[in-house]
């Protein structure tokens, strides 16, 4: 028996072909534990399972405060059990304990407690205006897909998790989502969460496995009403082919090359803070991640000075220790993909003006070849690969410009369109610049805050439609159109002579 067992139908089960892989910490690559590997019945039995649960069981039959007050217990939950989770989302991601413990399980409680709230508030029908002719009742009511799947990356798996289940079940949805095989282990723990708040089989599941057996048939799959994707634009656009076969609608949610603006009256101060945050948070395996930083020329060297030494004050070592700012790339194979974009950089560019290397003196046991060094290139060419792929690592560019009229122009070039950032003392000035660039979140004077109120999603082709807010919940339920004449009088249906007046 697996360790860690695929949550199917309201019970944890093994993999019919009885198959596993091995999950590790990436600080050590000791092993955490076996983890069940689904194959491509186990998807289809999965949906199955939510598609019974759908079409038979209570769950779409409840009101949105009974669907609310179940996703409200589902955090508290989470919350009961936030230690626990928080150690498991560390030591299988390589994120630190402060991050998994003030941002990753907070944020998934939170978007469970969000969505409890449309759940509860939003209304399921509203009555919108008639014709005066024919006279009528008009009203939308607004509906679930039905059965709904989930593809979530690896970066945070249970934050991910949360973004795709909680609005699919609030919104009267059944739903089956698939953790990426290298961190699978928090969103599997959920199904023991799901077990305890007493949740209809096969309301939830989750299934872990390769994304091209297990992913494809959730986005293909006939019985699946909806598809929602999290990860790069190139499997997102393997997602949308897929998903088009039975014309099913996708949420999409891709990569990012976000450019962080910082004017010449911004606090340098301030703004080298939230630029190194915005940068090296979760060593930049953040999609949205501010990994061009656009600097004014007139404050540039001051300002990359102030980079370089903060950047070497960060603190590189073991995750689970609350002292470290920076643990292990999620993989070795990360570390090597990282350790290219830096050759091809320095090819590009130059020598980095700090970092380009793996750390060493790291403490016993810690494998070097884990972790990599914050890395900052100055006077980037934003044609420059560097600038203009996404590595997701510690990698940032620094691009200068003279006006702001060139930093929105700089800003806008690119394929992407996730996140931004403006820094200013002027607020006026960031708004007017904010409202110029083509993405789908700008922090002015701030980076990363992503609440569940507001929506998150992205421009060109960082994805498609939005997760979270009113938006997010709304993405989970169809809107239908009912009219209804009062009948009686003949004269209620004149309309119909346009056909014939003999009917």
């Known amino acids: 028996m697996a360790d860690y067992q695929l949550f199917i139908g309201g019970a944890y089960v093994d993999a019919l072909a009885g198959e596993t892989f091995e999950t590790n910490d990436p600080a050590t690559g000791q092993k955490i534990g076996d983890v069940a590997k689904a194959g491509r019945e186990d998807a289809q039995r999965a949906i199955e399972a939510a598609r019974k649960a759908f079409d038979e069981g209570p769950w779409p039959k409840l009101s949105g405060k009974e669907r609310g007050a179940k996703l409200n217990q589902i955090a508290d939950l989470l919350d009961a059990k936030a230690e626990k989770f928080a150690e498991a989302e560390a030591r299988d991601g390589g994120g630190t304990i402060k991050k998994a413990t003030f941002a990753d399980v907070p944020g998934a ?22 014709s005066p002719f024919p006279p009528s009742q008009n009203w939308v009511r607004y509906e679930p897909f039905g059965v709904t799947t989930g593809i979530i990356p690896w970066n945070f798996p249970l934050i991910m998790a949360s973004w795709k289940l909680a609005p699919a079940l609030a919104a009267g949805n059944c739903s089956v989502i698939k953790p990426a095989s290298l961190t699978s282990i ?16 096969g309301v939830a599941n989750v299934i872990a496995g390769p994304g091209g057996t297990v992913g494809e048939e959730l986005a293909s799959n006939p019985l699946v009403d909806k598809t929602a994707f999290t990860g790069s634009t190139e499997v997102g656009r393997r997602i949308m082919q897929l998903a088009s076969g039975t ?24 703004a080298a803070a939230c630029v190194l945050f915005g940068t090296f948070f979760h060593n930049g395996q953040v999609c949205e991640s501010g990994t061009r930083a656009l600097v004014h020329q007139s404050v540039y060297d001051e300002f990359v000075s102030l980079l370089v030494d903060r950047a070497g004050k960060m603190v590189i ?24 974009y830096v050759a091809l950089g320095r090819d590009e560019v130059g020598e980095p003006i700090c970092g380009g290397n793996r750390p060493e003196g790291l403490a016993d046991g810690l494998d070097p070849n884990a972790f990599y060094n914050p890395t900052i290139f100055s006077g980037v060419d934003n044609k420059a690969k560097i600038a203009q792929e996404e590595i997701f ?36 000035r960031a708004r007017a610049i904010a409202a110029r660039m083509r993405t789908g979140t700008v922090w002015i004077n701030d980076y990363h805050l992503i609440s569940p109120e507001r929506p998150f999603g992205g421009y060109k082709q960082s994805g498609i439609g939005r997760e979270l807010g009113v938006a997010g919940f709304n993405a989970y339920r169809q809107a239908k159109h009912v009219h209804a004449n009062p009948g009686g009088s003949r004269d209620n249906y004149m309309h119909l002579a346009a056909l014939s007046s003999n009917i």
């Open 247 to 270: 014309v099913k609608p996708v949420t999409l949610e891709l990569g990012g090359k976000s450019a962080n603006i910082v004017l010449d009256d911004a606090d340098l101060d301030i």
């Open 109 to 130: 409680s939170s978007a469970f407690r969000w969505f409890a709230r449309m759940a509860e508030e939003q209304p399921d029908e509203v009555e919108v205006p008639g």
């Open 186 to 201: 928090t969103a599997l723990m959920l199904g023991e969460v799901f077990q305890e708040a007493d949740l209809p089989p």
């Open 393 to 428: 690592g510690p990698v940032l560019c620094v691009i200068p410009f003279a006006d702001d009229d060139e930093a929105v122009a700089i800003a806008n070039d690119s394929i992407y369109g996730l996140g931004g950032g403006v820094q200013s003392g002027n607020l006026d």
């Open 317 to 340: 070592g073991n995750q689970m220790d609350f002292a470290t700012d920076l643990g292990p790339l999620v993989s070795r194979s990360q570390v090597e993909t990282v350790e290219r």
